[in-house]
């Protein structure tokens, strides 16, 4: 079993950052690919950006050039850089962790089976 937890959320300004953080435990070893993801009221939720343990990464085109995705293995530890955010940020963001390595399946929610509890970002104009 796998534990997820995000932290780091929070209210911020447009243009602001913010950095949010997920914390694995359980069972951490092997190969995996770990996402971000975010779901807004009345939306579906969408893949942000995804990394594998080869240390490829993939981002949705709205956060290219503004997120930045990274893993701590030492700290078993997602990441989740957001600069100049934008209103249309504003979402629950959720990490969460599969067993492949699939560079296609890393935005794609389906594919994965262990989520975190979700941390809230809200961007104002």
């Known amino acids: 079993q796998v534990q997820l937890m995000e932290s780091g959320g929070g209210s911020v300004q447009t243009g602001g950052s913010l950095r949010l953080s997920c914390a694995a435990s359980g069972y951490t070893y092997g190969s995996f690919s770990m996402g971000w993801f975010r779901q807004a009221p009345g939306k579906e939720r969408e893949g942000v950006a995804g990394?594998?343990?080869?240390?490829?990464?993939a981002y949705a085109d709205s956060v290219k050039g503004r997120f930045a995705i990274s893993y701590d293995n030492a700290k078993n530890t997602l990441y989740l850089q957001m600069n100049n955010l934008k209103p249309e940020d504003t979402a629950m963001y959720y990490c969460a962790k599969q067993p492949s390595l699939m560079a296609s399946w890393l935005l794609l929610p389906s594919k994965y089976d262990y989520w975190g509890r979700g941390i809230q970002v809200t961007v104002s104009s």
């Open positions: 990394i594998n343990s080869n240390n490829f990464a």
